[in-house]
């Protein structure tokens, strides 16, 4: 299969010094800029050969091919059987001794050592300014596994892994369209890093696609190791504790978004996919959603965003009364607390913000450390810390009861980007009480709110359908209606087709 047709905003591989030219019919001259280009490293390997007493080279790179693959290049060429051949054609010296190898045919030496750099095993012959390409890739990959971070108890088990050949896959068996395209680009001047953006032709609306495609072009980093990278590099607010795109490791979410009208970009060497544009409502979204009975995926949506607000609010709430409106508080649940704070040798923010920060201390430590230890670690150390805390007289038990369940809270907000920025904010919060108490949390939600309306990711406000309001989607935002009933994509996305199908009645 011939690949000439890819786009590619590739930077330039020709060390400093070096110009792009043609390739040259001296075969000595190919293999010396080739060993300019690459120096002395390791694995570039340079096979002389003769093919009917012609001078012929093989150049290839050991940690990019398979030699198995090496050796049924070298046997048809030494073969009579193939002798007396048009070196000239390279198209037809190919098909009659390579038929099932994807394959380029190569002119300019920057494309040579592009080729090589992607697993292509190069044939050289004396006297012939081209160079045929063969694909011979042996990148080793992990197998597909179950998501790690975004677990779901029903529904597919698949997630994405570091092979990007691997994750196109994933996604094209799930959608089995024409109208399917995947755009290639190659990103970070010194990684070279492969790009793919994906999105659905008859679907999605072009306005969004052309600007994203744009930024991506236009990007220039120098390194790109994961799709991390890019969040932070194509977002319209970059200094914003918001994520402006989903990341999702999970091929039936990516699926989803693109049948919704969205844009998926997926990196090669990253499990994580990213979806555009995303608003703050999606980011409690699960795809699991789907996969249960609507009435069970309102309840859980209404606990997610109940979860929200115990995230951001309950630590500072707790701290605001306490200190400065003591008088909200219930007699009987006052004078417990105060019994409890007795001993307390600390002021409550410092109470707060002692067990807080030890709290993200053990969670940051379950993280990095084992997975054999990290478990224990996370659990013991909240259980035994906490009680040995309580009864030493630093904290109180109540004040263990809030962080505990602060805790447990983050946790259900189904994207790990979002449950960060939701634990960042809430250390806001805590210093906005303790300086003013309930007028310092409204004052503090009051810039949140200004902050997430400025909000734009790809030009879509971030708190779309609540602000601007959209009577037809804000319906979606609570409730998961029926698939009967699920007939209409996100009016804000401007698909190209907004209906899932046509809703008509038929009579008998």
Not at 389 to 415: C, D, N, R
Not at 481 to 488: A, D, E, R, V, W
Request: aromatic content about 8%.
């Amino acid at each position: 299969m011939n690949n000439t047709d890819q786009a590619t905003t590739r930077n330039s591989l020709l060390p400093e010094g070096m110009n792009n030219a043609p390739l040259s019919p001296i075969l000595e001259t190919n293999l010396d800029n080739l060993k300019t280009a690459f120096g002395n490293t390791l694995d570039i390997r340079f096979d002389r050969t003769l093919v009917d007493r012609q001078s012929a080279l093989i150049c290839f790179l050991d940690s990019m091919t398979n030699a198995q693959e090496i050796d049924t290049i070298r046997q048809p060429l030494l073969s009579p059987a193939h002798a007396s051949q048009d070196f000239n054609d390279l198209e037809h010296f190919r098909m009659q001794l390579f038929p099932g190898f994807s394959y380029l045919i190569v002119t300019e030496l920057e494309k040579a050592l592009s080729c090589l750099l992607d697993g292509y095993a190069l044939l050289f012959f004396d006297q012939i300014d081209k160079a045929l390409a063969l694909s011979i890739v042996n990148l080793k990959s992990r197998s597909i596994e179950e998501p790690t971070t975004q677990t779901i108890i029903r529904g597919p088990k698949d997630s994405f892994t570091e092979n990007l050949q691997t994750n196109i896959s994933l996604v094209r068996r799930r959608i089995k369209h024409t109208a399917l395209r995947f755009e290639f680009l190659q990103l970070g001047k010194d990684t070279n890093t492969s790009v793919v953006m994906a999105y659905m032709q008859n679907i999605a609306n072009e306005h969004i696609v052309a600007e994203l495609r744009l930024r991506l072009q236009r990007l220039q980093i120098g390194a790109l190791m994961d799709s991390s990278v890019l969040e932070e590099s194509l977002s319209d607010n970059m200094y914003s504790p918001f994520p402006m795109f989903l990341n999702t490791e999970r091929p039936d979410t990516a699926a989803g978004s693109l049948i919704q009208g969205k844009i998926v970009v997926i990196v090669d060497g990253s499990p994580f996919a990213i979806i555009a544009p995303a608003v703050f409502n999606d980011f409690f979204r699960s795809q699991e959603d789907y996969y249960q009975s609507y009435l069970m995926s309102m309840f859980i949506r209404l606990i997610r965003f109940i979860s929200l607000f115990l995230v951001t609010i309950l630590p500072a709430f707790y701290l605001a009364v306490t200190t400065y409106h003591q008088e909200l508080i219930p007699s009987l649940l006052l004078i417990t607390i105060v019994s409890q704070r007795e001993l307390v040798p600390f002021p409550t923010v410092i109470e707060v913000l002692l067990m807080e920060t030890t709290f993200e201390i053990l969670r940051e430590a379950g993280i990095r450390m084992p997975r054999a230890v990290g478990n224990a670690v996370s659990i013991v150390g909240t259980l035994v810390i906490g009680q040995a805390a309580v009864e030493a007289g630093i904290v109180s038990s109540v004040m263990v009861i809030i962080v505990s369940l602060t805790g447990i809270a983050s946790f259900v907000v189904p994207v790990y980007s979002m449950a960060l920025t939701l634990r960042l904010l809430r250390f806001m919060l805590i210093l906005l009480s303790a300086a003013l108490g309930l007028y310092g949390i409204g004052f503090g939600l009051i810039l949140i709110m200004i902050h997430l309306v400025k909000l734009n990711s790809l030009g879509i406000p971030y708190l779309t359908p609540l602000a601007p309001s959209s009577r037809r989607d804000i319906i979606g935002v609570w409730i998961r209606l029926p698939y009967p009933k699920m007939f209409q994509r996100s009016f804000f996305l401007k698909t190209k087709s907004p209906l899932y199908k046509m809703n008509k009645k038929t009579k008998d």
